[in-house]
């Protein structure tokens, strides 16, 4: 096979600013502690951590040809990430774009969606499934319409015997309308927020509640728990926590796309869940040692020490 992960969904730069970000209005001239532009798109962050753990990793993603455009192939080739440009894209679709405003604690995200919806079920090619041992979809609610077939995607994928992993990110819909597509994904990769909303459950209930409707159906969950680490929960009743690890924290911007990076990369090294937890709480605590998503993204040598 010529993939160990496929990676599917967007893929754009990130502008991130830090220091006074919030917005005031009437030409107000706000003076930045730093900006930097950098890899953005949860797909394509997901993908260059991978790639720094040293999966073989294609990225599906559709980019346009502009400035924005050959910005992410330079930084996707510079990982060693083979980008795979959907078949009826010819670039005339602007690159999306992403402006983070990066406060300490928290931040707000200004998406503009360019080629990021571009994306459709066929795109993502039975050769293209057959092509990698497992297929990690991100960004959904900004797809619409791959979302529409994702549940199809996954289908095909599992008859080809591949593996399939999931990360929604944010619905700013506010809609969280899956359909039938958990049922066919092996892993699924929230936040607590995302989780609640996800499954409809009151966050009164607890995460545990809430994971638990999924692995009653057969999906494993995998749970981004900020400076707590992750948890995790699988079919049969089992679960798992791991802390994270202390950093001097710069930025959180891609955090959880470097979670997932290490989860599969232990997954698909045959890990047992507890300890690709493990894994996936170290890559993520790593990644926010730099602005921006993928300039301090751990390597293999500094995951499997700390994850012990």
Known sequence: MQFDVLVVGDANPDLVLRGDVRPRFGQEEQLLDGADLVLGGSAAITAAGCARLGLRTGLLAAVGADVFG?????????????????????????????????????????????????????????????????????????????????????????????????????????????????????????????????????????????AARLTAAGTTVVLKDGARGGRAWWPGGGSAAAPAVAVDVVDTTGAGDSFNAGFLAARLAGKELPEALAWAAVAGSLSARAAGGTAAQATIDEVIPSAR
Do not use: C, K, M, Y
């Open 70 to 210: 050959a910005f992410v192939r330079e930084r996707l080739a510079e990982r060693g990430v083979e980008l795979i440009v959907p078949a009826a894209d010819d670039g005339s679709v602007p690159t999306g774009l992403s402006v983070i405003l990066s406060a300490p604690g928290d931040r707000a995200i200004l998406t503009l969606p360019g080629t990021i919806p571009a994306l459709r079920p066929a795109d993502v090619t039975d050769e293209l499934l057959a092509a990698a041992r497992h297929v990690h979809v991100a960004s959904l609610f900004l797809q619409p319409g791959l979302q529409a077939g994702l549940a199809g995607v996954f289908a095909r994928a599992r008859r080809l015997g591949r593996g399939t992993s999931l990360d929604t990110n944010w619905d700013p819909t506010g809609r969280w309308e899956l359909g039938e597509v958990l049922a066919g994904t092996d892993v699924f990769l929230p936040n607590a927020a995302e989780l609640f909303a996800v499954t409809g459950t009151d966050p009164a209930a607890g995460v545990e509640a809430a």
